[in-house]
């Protein structure tokens, strides 16, 4: 894996890229195709990064959301967004306050 976030930066989200080696669609959506969620999910189709209103992104995370890789918002505090499926079931879970994680489906 390749850090994007400077090992210095104790403020920003630990970003990091995959090796392609690891990405390998077609092997993806073969183990995927073995595995059933309970929820029914199968994709995730938005990433979404809620930062305090006082962060200034580095460079990386600017970068990814430029590419679509994912979303970024001010909040009042750090919170990230999974949707999967588009959110075609409309229900959330919120895993706040053990996980400051929203998962939309």
């Known amino acids: 894996m390749e850090m994007l976030t400077p090992r210095d930066d104790t403020r920003s989200p ?3 890229l995959e090796p392609r080696a690891l990405t ?3 092997e993806q959506v073969k183990r995927a195709s073995r595995f059933h969620h309970s929820i029914g999910a199968q ?3 938005l990433v979404r990064l809620i ?3 006082t962060y200034k992104p580095i460079e990386a995370l600017l970068f990814l959301q430029k590419q679509g ?3 970024t918002e001010p909040g009042d505090e750090w919170l ?4 999967f499926d588009g959110g075609k079931e409309h229900k ?3 895993l706040r306050p053990d ?3 929203v998962v939309r489906y």
């Open 24 to 26: 390998n669609a077609d």
């Open 51 to 53: 930062s305090p209103k």
């Open 80 to 83: 990230g967004e999974l949707t």
């Open 43 to 45: 994709r995730i189709t």
């Open 69 to 71: 890789v994912l979303e």
């Open 99 to 101: 996980l400051p994680l």
């Open 14 to 16: 630990a970003l990091f």
């Open 92 to 94: 959330t879970k919120d």
